[in-house]
């Protein structure tokens, strides 16, 4: 199965984190055979270390190639770009037990990487950028104030809406969670439905942005404690359980949420979708559509778009790690005209550092432009590198008795809330 850069946003389908960056939630593309590249002879006649570099298979059109001229140019040392189609997670965790190479590697950070010592600090090489670096995506790399991974994209989600459906329909843009609800029910007429969030009715997907609607999160406090032990947890994922039973939610689609098929398709008025699909939905409704962050809960809470980035690493059982980190260096940090493109001529993507976003001609104007400023202001991370898998899957369930079956939610959030401290106390004591 070939994947590609928004992989990582699986995170936010509540049952995928244990896949991580597993599941296709963007476009298709045709993934090259594995290939190992070479870039070739070093510059001079003085030998050099040789680097393996890992990517998972993007499907877009010309990254491989891109990548491969990145590595070629690099003049310090000889780097050989490794494409990997396939289970890419599975086969990272593999390499990083067992294995010196790759010496450098895409991927999310995960604490069980950094507690076994797998993984190698990165804080000297991010240290005089950090700040323009979106902090979100800065936190999804970092476990106990150290930082792992160096990003290089941002993904989002957003919502999107047919500007001339809700004028036919005297509907305002929602800007609350209760407005998002009552726009979907009346525009849920002649055939179309007014809000598709995937065939689950949304339990993967806004599981993140309504607790953050609330003003909630995953974890708080440096990821010591649960965010979400608050009575307006309950509260605000009792919405979901609204929105699947008075018939507004579109169900059944032919493509899930990552797709924009449904919308562009006139199944829906509204959709949850990625960033990766505004070239598609503008070539179809011009400038039809608009796009919005997850409306707050009330006026205590906020809205939000969830963020993360594939980050570039260094294998800490690798023979050239200091050489690695100055390649990565290189590349991630001082290369900016090669991350402004990797980040936007390949798809759809907003640049992980705020002083290439502001460079980058495709976030100037439009619905584009309103993403940008929604992942400067409203961002959030899905779950962190703390966020386990036994706690997602706690929650994940108790998201979809809420929403399915109606279960009490003050109940199916409290156990939530206790598998996700034991597991905190499990990692921390």
């Known amino acids: 199965m070939q994947r590609n850069r928004r992989s990582f946003l699986a995170l936010a389908g509540m049952g995928a984190l244990a896949t991580a960056c597993g599941s296709n939630t963007g476009r298709q593309g045709t993934a090259p055979p594995s290939t190992a590249y070479s870039a070739g002879p070093p510059p001079s006649d003085a030998p050099k270390v040789t680097l393996q570099q890992w990517y998972h298979a993007y499907g877009e059109d010309s990254v491989q190639e891109a990548v491969k001229r990145y590595a070629a140019t690099y003049p310090a040392a000889t780097v050989n770009v490794q494409w990997n189609p396939g289970d890419y997670d599975s086969k990272i965790v593999t390499a990083l037990q067992n294995s010196k190479v790759p010496d450098v590697f895409e991927a999310q950070v995960k604490i069980d990487w950094v507690r076994q010592n797998q993984v190698v600090s990165l804080d000297d090489v991010i240290a005089p950028v950090k700040g323009d670096f979106s902090p979100a995506v800065v936190a999804a790399q970092t476990v106990e104030g150290k ?34 609800i009552d726009a979907a029910a009346k525009l849920s007429k002649d055939g179309v439905k007014g809000f598709f969030a995937g065939n689950d009715g949304g339990v993967g997907v806004l599981t ?31 919405k979901l359980h609204t929105l699947n039973t008075n018939g507004s939610l579109l169900l059944g689609a032919p493509a899930d949420w990552s797709d924009p098929g449904a919308f562009i398709d006139g199944l829906t008025a509204m959709q949850w979708t990625g960033l990766w699909n505004v070239p598609k939905i503008r070539d179809a409704f011009d400038d039809d559509f608009g796009v919005l962050p997850f409306p707050r809960l009330d006026g205590s809470g906020a809205p939000s778009v969830p963020v993360g980035a594939y980050s570039a690493m260094v294998n800490a059982k690798s023979e050239h790690v200091a050489e690695a980190k100055a390649f990565v260096k290189w590349l991630w ?15 759809f993507h907003v640049p992980a550092r705020q002083s290439l976003a502001d460079r980058a001609d495709s976030l100037k104007t439009g619905p584009a432009a309103d993403a940008a400023k929604f992942v400067k202001e409203n961002s959030h991370l899905v779950g962190g590198p703390v966020w386990t898998q036994q706690a997602n899957t706690a929650l994940s369930d108790a998201v979809a008795k809420i929403a399915k079956e109606g279960a009490d939610p003050v109940a199916q959030t409290k156990t939530a809330v206790e598998v996700a401290r034991a597991e905190l106390k499990r990692l921390f004591g």
């Open 147 to 180: 930082v792992y991974g160096i990003p290089q994209a941002i993904d989002t989600q957003l919502l999107f809406y047919r500007k001339s459906l809700l004028q036919a329909a005297g509907v305002q843009p929602p800007q609350t969670v209760d407005e998002l």
């Open 333 to 347: 940090i001082d290369k900016t005209d090669d991350q402004l493109e990797f980040a936007t001529k390949f798809g």
């Open 208 to 238: 993140g942005p309504l607790l953050w609607s609330a003003g909630l999160d995953y974890l708080k406090n440096g990821n010591r404690e649960v965010g979400f032990d608050d009575p307006r947890a309950a509260t605000a994922l009792a």
